[in-house]
């Protein structure tokens, strides 16, 4: 006699084939290894390409923003920027309009790194458009943009 607590063997399947965080979830981590790969003879992983991409701004930016628009907490991004300050991608100084802020900066370095990695992303992101058969990329970019800034409203019951 099975358990009143089990989960049917057919909602494991319903949710493999339906789940959307599964299949983003899915979909995000084939391409950063894509990314990854790619990247690697510029020395750069796919994240930290997105944080040097972040950085490359007019003016330096505080932690606040650049954290919001990786979608990483304060701390996580603190530690993502450890590695690519210690290599010299990065500077990291005080504000000196509020000091206990930091302020983000790509070193010249940092930034011919980036800049010999932006045709490697061109050509790997235009192949990957390419191939994305039936659909439209920016429909896909705006429908993810959606989830990202959406307030969940269904709430979990234990």
Known sequence: MSNPRDVPYETTHLVRDTCLCLHVQRAARTLSRLFDEALRPVGLTSGQFSLLNALN???PPSIAPVAQLLAMDRTTLTAALKPL????????????????????????????ILASAIPIWRDLHGAIEAGMAGLEPDDLRGALTGLSKAKPTASASA
């Open 57 to 59: 701004r007019p003016a």
């Open 85 to 112: 300050e210690r290599d010299g991608l990065v500077a990291i100084a005080k504000d000196p309009d509020d000091r206990r802020n930091r302020l983000l900066s790509l070193t010249g370095k940092g930034r011919r």
